[in-house]
Protein backbone atom coordinates (compact mmCIF):
# COMPACT_ATOMS: atom_id res chain seq x y z
CA UNK A 1 0.00 0.00 0.00
CA UNK A 2 2.77 2.37 1.27
CA UNK A 3 4.58 1.68 -2.19
CA UNK A 4 1.79 1.87 -4.14
CA UNK A 5 1.16 5.31 -2.41
CA UNK A 6 4.89 6.53 -2.92
CA UNK A 7 5.16 5.69 -6.70
CA UNK A 8 1.64 7.64 -7.37
CA UNK A 9 3.80 10.22 -5.74
CA UNK A 10 6.64 10.14 -7.77
CA UNK A 11 4.92 9.52 -11.43
CA UNK A 12 3.00 12.79 -10.45
CA UNK A 13 6.27 14.63 -9.89
CA UNK A 14 7.51 13.21 -13.53
CA UNK A 15 3.83 14.36 -14.88
CA UNK A 16 4.38 18.09 -13.21
CA UNK A 17 8.00 18.41 -14.30
CA UNK A 18 7.50 17.24 -18.08
CA UNK A 19 4.25 19.88 -18.35
CA UNK A 20 6.58 22.53 -16.86
CA UNK A 21 9.55 21.63 -18.97
CA UNK A 22 6.78 21.39 -21.96
CA UNK A 23 5.25 25.05 -21.26
CA UNK A 24 8.59 26.48 -21.39
CA UNK A 25 9.52 24.77 -24.02
CA UNK A 26 9.22 27.79 -27.20
CA UNK A 27 6.61 29.45 -25.33
CA UNK A 28 6.10 32.02 -27.91
CA UNK A 29 6.55 29.97 -31.16
CA UNK A 30 3.85 28.23 -29.87
CA UNK A 31 1.64 31.15 -29.22
CA UNK A 32 2.26 32.57 -32.49
CA UNK A 33 1.48 28.75 -33.88
CA UNK A 34 -1.38 28.33 -32.06
CA UNK A 35 -3.17 31.39 -33.75
CA UNK A 36 -1.72 30.71 -36.93
CA UNK A 37 -4.50 27.47 -37.29
CA UNK A 38 -6.80 29.25 -35.12
CA UNK A 39 -9.32 28.27 -37.75
CA UNK A 40 -11.93 30.89 -39.40
CA UNK A 41 -14.75 32.00 -37.81
CA UNK A 42 -17.61 30.25 -40.00
CA UNK A 43 -15.54 27.33 -39.35
CA UNK A 44 -15.57 27.61 -35.72
CA UNK A 45 -18.75 28.89 -35.79
CA UNK A 46 -20.42 25.68 -37.75
CA UNK A 47 -18.29 23.35 -34.90
CA UNK A 48 -20.13 25.50 -32.27
CA UNK A 49 -22.89 22.98 -31.88
CA UNK A 50 -25.06 25.65 -30.03
CA UNK A 51 -22.78 27.22 -28.37
CA UNK A 52 -21.57 29.76 -30.18
CA UNK A 53 -22.29 32.46 -27.96
CA UNK A 54 -19.63 30.69 -24.84
CA UNK A 55 -17.47 30.26 -27.97
CA UNK A 56 -17.23 33.95 -28.40
CA UNK A 57 -16.64 34.45 -24.44
CA UNK A 58 -13.96 32.50 -24.72
CA UNK A 59 -12.41 33.84 -27.55
CA UNK A 60 -12.96 37.42 -25.86
CA UNK A 61 -10.81 36.30 -22.80
CA UNK A 62 -8.04 34.91 -25.60
CA UNK A 63 -8.14 38.55 -27.16
CA UNK A 64 -7.44 39.88 -23.82
CA UNK A 65 -4.66 37.57 -22.94
CA UNK A 66 -3.41 38.12 -26.38
CA UNK A 67 -3.56 41.96 -26.05
CA UNK A 68 -1.91 41.81 -22.71
CA UNK A 69 1.05 39.31 -23.13
CA UNK A 70 1.68 41.85 -26.58
CA UNK A 71 1.55 44.90 -24.93
CA UNK A 72 3.99 43.63 -21.60
CA UNK A 73 5.98 42.55 -24.05
CA UNK A 74 7.19 43.29 -28.05
CA UNK A 75 3.64 45.34 -28.89
CA UNK A 76 3.11 43.92 -32.11
CA UNK A 77 -0.32 42.75 -32.46
CA UNK A 78 -0.01 40.91 -35.71
CA UNK A 79 -3.37 38.58 -35.18
CA UNK A 80 -5.14 40.81 -33.37
CA UNK A 81 -7.84 41.58 -36.62
CA UNK A 82 -7.80 38.00 -37.23
CA UNK A 83 -9.34 37.05 -33.29
CA UNK A 84 -11.64 39.92 -33.62
CA UNK A 85 -13.07 38.76 -36.34
CA UNK A 86 -13.42 35.26 -35.36
CA UNK A 87 -15.32 36.62 -32.19
CA UNK A 88 -17.27 38.54 -33.94
CA UNK A 89 -18.38 36.42 -36.42
CA UNK A 90 -19.02 33.63 -33.61
CA UNK A 91 -21.11 36.81 -32.15
CA UNK A 92 -22.12 39.45 -34.64
CA UNK A 93 -23.80 40.83 -30.82
CA UNK A 94 -20.84 41.26 -29.11
CA UNK A 95 -20.26 45.15 -28.98
CA UNK A 96 -17.59 45.42 -26.82
CA UNK A 97 -15.45 43.31 -29.08
CA UNK A 98 -16.28 46.03 -32.21
CA UNK A 99 -15.44 49.20 -29.71
CA UNK A 100 -12.61 47.76 -27.67
CA UNK A 101 -11.36 46.19 -30.63
CA UNK A 102 -11.24 48.84 -32.87
CA UNK A 103 -9.77 51.12 -30.32
CA UNK A 104 -7.09 48.72 -29.68
CA UNK A 105 -6.25 48.31 -33.45
CA UNK A 106 -6.00 51.77 -34.28
CA UNK A 107 -3.70 53.07 -31.17
CA UNK A 108 -1.85 50.36 -30.36
CA UNK A 109 -2.01 47.90 -33.10
CA UNK A 110 -1.41 50.78 -35.72
CA UNK A 111 -4.14 49.66 -38.31
CA UNK A 112 -7.14 51.83 -38.69
CA UNK A 113 -7.74 50.42 -41.86
CA UNK A 114 -8.54 46.82 -39.77
CA UNK A 115 -10.57 49.25 -37.03
CA UNK A 116 -12.73 50.07 -39.92
CA UNK A 117 -13.11 46.86 -41.59
CA UNK A 118 -14.13 45.60 -37.95
CA UNK A 119 -16.83 48.50 -36.86
CA UNK A 120 -18.30 48.20 -40.95
CA UNK A 121 -18.62 44.40 -40.10
CA UNK A 122 -20.04 45.77 -36.43
CA UNK A 123 -22.75 48.38 -38.06
CA UNK A 124 -23.94 45.52 -40.67
CA UNK A 125 -25.03 43.20 -38.27
CA UNK A 126 -26.46 45.79 -35.70
CA UNK A 127 -28.00 48.85 -37.75
CA UNK A 128 -29.49 50.21 -34.96
CA UNK A 129 -26.54 50.75 -32.54
CA UNK A 130 -25.48 54.03 -32.27
CA UNK A 131 -22.50 53.40 -30.65
CA UNK A 132 -20.79 51.82 -33.84
CA UNK A 133 -20.78 54.63 -36.36
CA UNK A 134 -19.88 56.95 -33.70
CA UNK A 135 -16.74 55.11 -32.71
CA UNK A 136 -17.03 54.86 -36.55
CA UNK A 137 -16.61 58.50 -36.79
CA UNK A 138 -14.35 58.64 -33.80
CA UNK A 139 -11.56 56.91 -35.26
CA UNK A 140 -11.66 59.33 -38.37
CA UNK A 141 -12.00 62.56 -36.17
CA UNK A 142 -9.30 61.86 -33.70
CA UNK A 143 -7.22 59.42 -35.50
CA UNK A 144 -7.30 59.98 -39.45
CA UNK A 145 -8.25 63.43 -39.29
CA UNK A 146 -10.82 62.89 -42.38
CA UNK A 147 -13.52 64.65 -41.02
CA UNK A 148 -16.03 64.69 -43.51
CA UNK A 149 -16.21 60.94 -43.36
CA UNK A 150 -16.52 61.88 -39.27
CA UNK A 151 -19.47 64.39 -40.11
CA UNK A 152 -21.38 61.77 -41.77
CA UNK A 153 -21.00 59.18 -38.92
CA UNK A 154 -21.57 61.11 -36.38
CA UNK A 155 -24.98 62.21 -38.37
CA UNK A 156 -25.70 58.65 -39.09
CA UNK A 157 -25.43 57.43 -35.20
CA UNK A 158 -27.73 60.49 -33.83
CA UNK A 159 -30.67 59.19 -36.02
CA UNK A 160 -30.04 55.66 -34.25
CA UNK A 161 -32.65 54.61 -31.98
CA UNK A 162 -31.27 55.89 -27.96
CA UNK A 163 -28.85 57.55 -29.34
CA UNK A 164 -27.74 60.44 -26.62
CA UNK A 165 -26.74 63.74 -27.83
CA UNK A 166 -23.28 62.78 -27.98
CA UNK A 167 -22.91 62.42 -31.46
CA UNK A 168 -24.87 65.06 -33.00
CA UNK A 169 -23.22 67.53 -30.87
CA UNK A 170 -19.72 66.11 -32.25
CA UNK A 171 -21.29 66.63 -36.00
CA UNK A 172 -22.31 70.06 -35.34
CA UNK A 173 -18.63 70.93 -34.17
CA UNK A 174 -17.51 69.67 -37.57
CA UNK A 175 -20.01 71.82 -38.85
CA UNK A 176 -18.88 75.08 -37.04
CA UNK A 177 -15.34 74.54 -38.28
CA UNK A 178 -14.22 73.64 -34.98
CA UNK A 179 -12.90 70.46 -36.63
CA UNK A 180 -8.81 70.38 -35.81
CA UNK A 181 -8.94 72.67 -32.52
CA UNK A 182 -7.33 70.54 -29.94
CA UNK A 183 -10.09 72.08 -27.36
CA UNK A 184 -12.64 70.15 -29.52
CA UNK A 185 -10.53 66.72 -29.47
CA UNK A 186 -10.26 67.29 -25.81
CA UNK A 187 -13.72 67.28 -25.54
CA UNK A 188 -14.38 64.38 -27.33
CA UNK A 189 -12.11 62.33 -25.49
CA UNK A 190 -13.61 63.49 -21.90
CA UNK A 191 -17.16 62.34 -23.78
CA UNK A 192 -15.64 59.23 -23.98
CA UNK A 193 -13.54 58.86 -20.78
CA UNK A 194 -16.95 59.73 -19.29
CA UNK A 195 -19.33 57.50 -21.14
CA UNK A 196 -16.90 54.33 -21.23
CA UNK A 197 -17.42 51.88 -18.44
CA UNK A 198 -14.44 49.46 -19.84
CA UNK A 199 -11.32 49.94 -18.05
CA UNK A 200 -9.16 49.39 -21.20
CA UNK A 201 -10.79 52.46 -23.05
CA UNK A 202 -10.78 54.64 -20.20
CA UNK A 203 -6.98 54.29 -20.10
CA UNK A 204 -6.59 55.01 -23.36
CA UNK A 205 -8.97 57.68 -23.38
CA UNK A 206 -6.99 58.85 -20.36
CA UNK A 207 -3.85 58.94 -22.60
CA UNK A 208 -5.02 61.42 -24.91
CA UNK A 209 -6.37 63.30 -22.62
CA UNK A 210 -3.27 63.84 -20.93
CA UNK A 211 -1.56 64.65 -24.12
CA UNK A 212 -3.71 67.24 -25.57
CA UNK A 213 -3.82 68.94 -22.08
CA UNK A 214 -0.05 68.70 -22.39
CA UNK A 215 -0.39 70.23 -25.75
CA UNK A 216 -2.94 73.25 -24.82
CA UNK A 217 -0.47 73.88 -21.80
CA UNK A 218 2.54 74.13 -24.27
CA UNK A 219 0.68 76.53 -26.67
CA UNK A 220 -0.21 78.96 -23.62
CA UNK A 221 3.43 78.54 -22.48
CA UNK A 222 5.21 79.62 -26.01
CA UNK A 223 2.82 82.76 -26.21
CA UNK A 224 4.11 83.64 -23.07
CA UNK A 225 7.87 82.84 -23.97
CA UNK A 226 6.92 85.29 -26.98
CA UNK A 227 5.64 87.61 -24.52
CA UNK A 228 9.10 87.61 -22.67
CA UNK A 229 11.18 87.66 -26.15
CA UNK A 230 9.16 90.47 -27.07
CA UNK A 231 9.76 92.50 -23.80
CA UNK A 232 13.57 91.41 -23.14
CA UNK A 233 14.44 90.50 -26.62
CA UNK A 234 16.26 87.15 -25.38
CA UNK A 235 15.23 83.98 -24.81
CA UNK A 236 14.25 83.11 -21.44
CA UNK A 237 16.23 81.22 -19.30
CA UNK A 238 13.71 78.71 -17.78
CA UNK A 239 9.95 78.78 -17.27
CA UNK A 240 10.57 80.22 -13.57
CA UNK A 241 11.61 83.85 -15.16
CA UNK A 242 8.61 84.09 -17.25
CA UNK A 243 7.13 84.17 -13.47
CA UNK A 244 9.76 86.32 -12.19
CA UNK A 245 8.80 88.88 -14.78
CA UNK A 246 5.08 88.94 -14.10
CA UNK A 247 4.31 87.18 -17.22
CA UNK A 248 3.15 84.23 -15.83
CA UNK A 249 1.72 83.47 -12.37
CA UNK A 250 2.75 80.04 -12.08
CA UNK A 251 4.63 77.15 -14.19
CA UNK A 252 1.98 74.64 -14.61
CA UNK A 253 2.83 70.88 -14.24
CA UNK A 254 2.61 68.50 -17.19
CA UNK A 255 -0.47 65.68 -16.85
CA UNK A 256 2.18 63.04 -16.55
CA UNK A 257 3.57 65.29 -13.26
CA UNK A 258 6.44 66.36 -14.88
CA UNK A 259 7.64 69.11 -15.53
CA UNK A 260 7.81 71.96 -18.54
CA UNK A 261 11.49 73.44 -19.74
CA UNK A 262 12.63 75.51 -21.99
CA UNK A 263 14.77 73.96 -24.77
CA UNK A 264 16.28 76.09 -27.98
CA UNK A 265 13.60 78.76 -27.00
CA UNK A 266 10.43 76.95 -26.96
CA UNK A 267 8.27 75.42 -23.96
CA UNK A 268 8.85 71.65 -24.38
CA UNK A 269 7.18 68.89 -22.37
CA UNK A 270 9.63 66.30 -20.95
CA UNK A 271 7.18 63.56 -21.48
CA UNK A 272 7.95 61.08 -24.02
CA UNK A 273 4.77 60.03 -25.87
CA UNK A 274 3.69 57.11 -27.42
CA UNK A 275 1.05 58.34 -29.49
CA UNK A 276 2.72 57.72 -32.87
CA UNK A 277 -0.52 57.66 -34.59
CA UNK A 278 -1.41 60.56 -33.67
CA UNK A 279 1.21 62.41 -34.34
CA UNK A 280 1.47 61.10 -37.73
CA UNK A 281 -2.34 62.27 -38.39
CA UNK A 282 -1.57 65.62 -37.18
CA UNK A 283 2.11 65.81 -39.07
CA UNK A 284 0.25 64.68 -42.39
CA UNK A 285 -2.59 67.32 -41.49
CA UNK A 286 -0.34 70.09 -41.33
CA UNK B 1 -51.97 6.05 -16.61
CA UNK B 2 -51.31 4.48 -13.26
CA UNK B 3 -49.33 1.74 -14.76
CA UNK B 4 -47.41 4.65 -16.72
CA UNK B 5 -46.71 6.68 -13.49
CA UNK B 6 -45.44 3.60 -11.99
CA UNK B 7 -43.38 2.86 -14.19
CA UNK B 8 -42.07 6.50 -14.56
CA UNK B 9 -41.66 6.88 -10.98
CA UNK B 10 -39.87 4.00 -10.74
CA UNK B 11 -37.06 4.96 -13.73
CA UNK B 12 -36.65 8.16 -11.61
CA UNK B 13 -36.01 6.68 -8.20
CA UNK B 14 -33.50 3.89 -9.91
CA UNK B 15 -31.74 6.69 -11.65
CA UNK B 16 -31.44 9.22 -8.28
CA UNK B 17 -30.12 6.10 -6.49
CA UNK B 18 -27.37 6.25 -9.35
CA UNK B 19 -26.29 9.74 -7.35
CA UNK B 20 -27.11 11.72 -10.40
CA UNK B 21 -27.82 14.70 -8.86
CA UNK B 22 -24.21 15.48 -7.80
CA UNK B 23 -24.12 16.93 -11.06
CA UNK B 24 -26.02 19.87 -9.82
CA UNK B 25 -22.84 20.28 -7.17
CA UNK B 26 -20.45 20.19 -10.30
CA UNK B 27 -22.31 23.27 -11.92
CA UNK B 28 -22.83 25.52 -8.63
CA UNK B 29 -19.28 24.70 -8.29
CA UNK B 30 -18.03 25.55 -12.03
CA UNK B 31 -20.18 28.81 -11.76
CA UNK B 32 -18.64 29.89 -9.10
CA UNK B 33 -15.18 29.58 -10.38
CA UNK B 34 -16.25 31.12 -13.61
CA UNK B 35 -17.42 34.31 -11.76
CA UNK B 36 -14.95 34.61 -8.85
CA UNK B 37 -11.52 34.01 -11.24
CA UNK B 38 -13.00 35.05 -14.85
CA UNK B 39 -14.51 37.99 -13.71
CA UNK B 40 -11.34 40.18 -13.46
CA UNK B 41 -9.86 38.92 -16.95
CA UNK B 42 -13.49 39.70 -18.84
CA UNK B 43 -12.99 43.73 -19.00
CA UNK B 44 -16.89 44.51 -18.63
CA UNK B 45 -18.30 41.31 -20.01
CA UNK B 46 -18.93 39.42 -17.09
CA UNK B 47 -22.72 39.67 -17.30
CA UNK B 48 -22.76 38.37 -20.55
CA UNK B 49 -19.82 35.38 -19.46
CA UNK B 50 -21.39 34.10 -16.72
CA UNK B 51 -25.00 34.18 -18.50
CA UNK B 52 -23.55 32.36 -21.18
CA UNK B 53 -21.53 29.75 -19.11
CA UNK B 54 -24.49 29.05 -16.92
CA UNK B 55 -26.73 28.20 -20.41
CA UNK B 56 -24.11 26.09 -21.75
CA UNK B 57 -23.54 24.05 -19.09
CA UNK B 58 -26.93 23.57 -17.97
CA UNK B 59 -27.61 22.35 -21.44
CA UNK B 60 -24.19 20.48 -21.88
CA UNK B 61 -24.43 18.72 -18.86
CA UNK B 62 -27.70 17.96 -19.08
CA UNK B 63 -26.74 16.28 -22.89
CA UNK B 64 -24.74 13.92 -20.99
CA UNK B 65 -26.78 12.45 -18.57
CA UNK B 66 -29.29 11.79 -21.26
CA UNK B 67 -26.45 10.37 -23.62
CA UNK B 68 -24.96 8.00 -20.05
CA UNK B 69 -28.34 6.77 -18.89
CA UNK B 70 -31.14 7.37 -21.69
CA UNK B 71 -29.07 4.93 -24.37
CA UNK B 72 -28.97 2.25 -21.73
CA UNK B 73 -32.43 2.11 -19.49
CA UNK B 74 -33.97 -0.12 -22.54
CA UNK B 75 -31.17 -2.34 -23.44
CA UNK B 76 -29.93 -2.76 -19.75
CA UNK B 77 -33.58 -3.73 -19.13
CA UNK B 78 -33.79 -6.81 -21.88
CA UNK B 79 -29.86 -7.45 -21.16
CA UNK B 80 -30.56 -8.04 -17.55
CA UNK B 81 -34.16 -9.83 -18.26
CA UNK B 82 -35.74 -7.41 -15.54
CA UNK B 83 -38.02 -6.25 -18.84
CA UNK B 84 -39.49 -10.00 -18.18
CA UNK B 85 -41.06 -9.08 -14.79
CA UNK B 86 -43.03 -6.35 -17.00
CA UNK B 87 -43.84 -7.38 -19.96
CA UNK B 88 -45.38 -10.81 -18.79
CA UNK B 89 -47.98 -8.59 -16.60
CA UNK B 90 -50.80 -6.74 -18.27
CA UNK B 91 -49.03 -3.71 -19.63
CA UNK B 92 -48.81 -2.23 -23.48
CA UNK B 93 -45.18 -1.97 -24.83
CA UNK B 94 -45.85 1.60 -25.65
CA UNK B 95 -46.37 1.83 -21.72
CA UNK B 96 -43.20 1.12 -20.75
CA UNK B 97 -41.50 3.04 -23.63
CA UNK B 98 -44.00 5.84 -22.20
CA UNK B 99 -43.60 5.38 -18.65
CA UNK B 100 -39.69 5.00 -18.67
CA UNK B 101 -39.30 8.31 -20.94
CA UNK B 102 -41.53 10.40 -18.58
CA UNK B 103 -38.92 8.90 -15.49
CA UNK B 104 -36.22 10.01 -16.91
CA UNK B 105 -37.69 13.06 -18.67
CA UNK B 106 -38.74 14.06 -14.95
CA UNK B 107 -35.33 13.53 -13.90
CA UNK B 108 -33.81 15.77 -16.72
CA UNK B 109 -36.46 18.23 -15.78
CA UNK B 110 -35.70 18.04 -11.95
CA UNK B 111 -31.60 18.52 -12.58
CA UNK B 112 -32.48 21.62 -15.14
CA UNK B 113 -34.94 23.41 -12.68
CA UNK B 114 -31.95 22.96 -10.56
CA UNK B 115 -29.18 24.08 -12.84
CA UNK B 116 -31.66 27.23 -13.36
CA UNK B 117 -32.09 28.18 -9.80
CA UNK B 118 -28.05 27.77 -9.12
CA UNK B 119 -27.38 30.03 -12.27
CA UNK B 120 -30.28 32.41 -11.11
CA UNK B 121 -29.39 32.82 -7.47
CA UNK B 122 -25.36 32.64 -8.85
CA UNK B 123 -26.32 36.06 -10.83
CA UNK B 124 -28.01 37.61 -7.91
CA UNK B 125 -25.02 37.34 -5.97
CA UNK B 126 -22.90 38.53 -8.50
CA UNK B 127 -25.43 41.44 -9.75
CA UNK B 128 -28.54 41.81 -7.47
CA UNK B 129 -31.00 41.58 -9.80
CA UNK B 130 -33.37 38.22 -10.57
CA UNK B 131 -32.56 37.45 -14.51
CA UNK B 132 -36.10 35.92 -15.14
CA UNK B 133 -35.93 36.19 -18.47
CA UNK B 134 -33.64 33.42 -18.53
CA UNK B 135 -36.43 31.12 -17.50
CA UNK B 136 -37.52 31.27 -21.53
CA UNK B 137 -34.64 29.19 -22.19
CA UNK B 138 -35.36 26.20 -19.50
CA UNK B 139 -38.41 24.90 -21.53
CA UNK B 140 -36.41 25.11 -24.68
CA UNK B 141 -33.83 23.47 -23.46
CA UNK B 142 -35.72 20.58 -22.07
CA UNK B 143 -36.75 19.58 -25.42
CA UNK B 144 -33.81 19.82 -26.88
CA UNK B 145 -32.63 16.98 -24.57
CA UNK B 146 -36.06 15.35 -24.76
CA UNK B 147 -35.75 15.10 -28.51
CA UNK B 148 -31.95 13.18 -28.21
CA UNK B 149 -33.69 11.11 -25.21
CA UNK B 150 -36.20 10.34 -28.37
CA UNK B 151 -33.10 9.10 -30.65
CA UNK B 152 -31.75 6.86 -27.30
CA UNK B 153 -35.05 4.96 -27.03
CA UNK B 154 -35.39 4.69 -30.83
CA UNK B 155 -31.79 3.21 -30.93
CA UNK B 156 -31.53 1.87 -27.48
CA UNK B 157 -34.84 -0.20 -28.45
CA UNK B 158 -33.34 -1.96 -31.44
CA UNK B 159 -29.36 -2.04 -30.69
CA UNK B 160 -26.67 -1.48 -28.23
CA UNK B 161 -26.11 1.16 -25.89
CA UNK B 162 -23.06 1.74 -27.13
CA UNK B 163 -24.70 2.27 -31.03
CA UNK B 164 -27.43 4.32 -29.45
CA UNK B 165 -25.33 7.05 -27.69
CA UNK B 166 -23.21 7.66 -31.17
CA UNK B 167 -26.45 8.05 -32.62
CA UNK B 168 -27.68 10.51 -30.44
CA UNK B 169 -24.15 12.46 -30.41
CA UNK B 170 -24.70 12.07 -34.51
CA UNK B 171 -28.17 13.58 -33.98
CA UNK B 172 -26.97 15.99 -31.92
CA UNK B 173 -24.35 17.47 -34.02
CA UNK B 174 -26.66 17.49 -36.91
CA UNK B 175 -29.46 19.04 -34.94
CA UNK B 176 -26.79 21.94 -34.57
CA UNK B 177 -25.46 21.93 -38.10
CA UNK B 178 -29.20 21.74 -39.17
CA UNK B 179 -29.33 25.54 -40.32
CA UNK B 180 -25.67 25.14 -42.58
CA UNK B 181 -27.57 22.53 -44.14
CA UNK B 182 -30.68 24.92 -44.98
CA UNK B 183 -27.86 26.74 -46.80
CA UNK B 184 -26.43 24.48 -48.47
CA UNK B 185 -29.73 22.50 -49.38
CA UNK B 186 -31.90 25.83 -50.43
CA UNK B 187 -28.21 27.02 -52.76
CA UNK B 188 -28.46 24.28 -54.69
CA UNK B 189 -30.19 24.68 -58.17
CA UNK B 190 -33.17 22.43 -58.82
CA UNK B 191 -32.86 18.60 -59.48
CA UNK B 192 -32.78 15.26 -57.56
CA UNK B 193 -30.07 16.14 -55.23
CA UNK B 194 -31.97 19.42 -54.39
CA UNK B 195 -35.36 17.60 -53.25
CA UNK B 196 -32.65 14.64 -51.33
CA UNK B 197 -31.19 17.87 -49.48
CA UNK B 198 -34.14 19.68 -48.85
CA UNK B 199 -35.98 16.14 -47.71
CA UNK B 200 -33.04 15.65 -45.33
CA UNK B 201 -32.93 18.89 -43.96
CA UNK B 202 -36.89 18.87 -42.71
CA UNK B 203 -36.51 15.18 -41.37
CA UNK B 204 -33.38 15.89 -39.43
CA UNK B 205 -34.33 17.80 -35.76
CA UNK B 206 -33.34 21.45 -36.23
CA UNK B 207 -31.99 21.74 -32.82
CA UNK B 208 -31.16 25.57 -33.19
CA UNK B 209 -35.35 26.06 -33.24
CA UNK B 210 -34.63 25.35 -29.34
CA UNK B 211 -31.50 27.68 -29.10
CA UNK B 212 -32.32 30.95 -27.75
CA UNK B 213 -29.52 31.71 -26.01
CA UNK B 214 -27.54 34.23 -27.80
CA UNK B 215 -30.80 36.37 -27.80
CA UNK B 216 -31.46 35.62 -24.12
CA UNK B 217 -28.11 36.81 -23.17
CA UNK B 218 -27.85 39.62 -25.33
CA UNK B 219 -31.22 41.41 -24.45
CA UNK B 220 -32.38 41.23 -27.82
CA UNK B 221 -36.12 41.20 -29.50
CA UNK B 222 -37.65 37.62 -29.11
CA UNK B 223 -40.69 36.78 -30.89
CA UNK B 224 -43.97 34.97 -29.01
CA UNK B 225 -44.75 33.25 -32.32
CA UNK B 226 -41.06 31.70 -32.38
CA UNK B 227 -41.38 30.73 -29.16
CA UNK B 228 -44.68 28.99 -29.41
CA UNK B 229 -43.84 27.39 -32.73
CA UNK B 230 -40.39 26.32 -31.45
CA UNK B 231 -42.47 24.40 -28.53
CA UNK B 232 -44.69 22.38 -30.80
CA UNK B 233 -41.37 21.33 -33.19
CA UNK B 234 -39.82 19.95 -29.79
CA UNK B 235 -43.06 18.63 -28.91
CA UNK B 236 -43.92 17.21 -31.98
CA UNK B 237 -40.71 15.51 -32.56
CA UNK B 238 -40.15 13.88 -29.25
CA UNK B 239 -43.68 12.29 -30.22
CA UNK B 240 -42.98 10.81 -33.34
CA UNK B 241 -39.81 9.40 -31.99
CA UNK B 242 -41.44 7.76 -29.14
CA UNK B 243 -44.13 6.96 -31.57
CA UNK B 244 -41.30 4.79 -33.86
CA UNK B 245 -39.90 3.98 -30.55
CA UNK B 246 -42.87 1.59 -29.30
CA UNK B 247 -43.50 0.75 -32.40
CA UNK B 248 -40.04 -1.19 -32.49
CA UNK B 249 -40.29 -2.80 -29.09
CA UNK B 250 -43.62 -3.89 -29.99
CA UNK B 251 -42.06 -5.72 -33.14
CA UNK B 252 -39.11 -7.18 -30.84
CA UNK B 253 -39.47 -10.78 -29.86
CA UNK B 254 -38.06 -11.41 -26.38
CA UNK B 255 -36.84 -14.65 -26.54
Known amino acids: ?286 | MTRIKAIALNTLKESLRQRILIVLVVFAVGLIIVSLFIGPFALGEMPHIIRDTGLAASSFIGMVIVLVIGSRLIYHDIKERTIYTVITRPIRRSEIVLGKFLGLALLVLLIEIGFFVIHLLTIYIQEGVVELRLFIVLPLTLLELFVILGFLFVFSSSSTPVLATIMGIIFYLVGHAAPDIRTFAFSMSTGLLSVLMKGIYYIIPNLEYLNLKLPIVYGLPIYADHIVFALCYGIVYTVILLFVSTILIERREFT
Not at chain 1, 255 to 263: Q, R, T
Open chain 1, 1 to 286: MFKRLIITVILVGILVNIAYRLDHLALSQEREEELMYFPSGYGLRVLSLGFRSLLADIVWLQFIQYYGEHRLTDRKYTHMYHILDILTTLNPRFIRAYLLGSLLLTHDAQHPDQAKKLIRKGMYHNPDTWVLPFYYGFIHFVFLRDFTTAQVYFKLAARKPYAPDLPQRWAAFITYKKIGDLESALELWLDLYNSSQNEVEREIARLYIMDIKSRLDIEYLNDKVEVFKNKFDRDPMDLEELVQYGILDSVPREPHGENYKIEKGKAVSTYKRDLLLWQKAREGNK
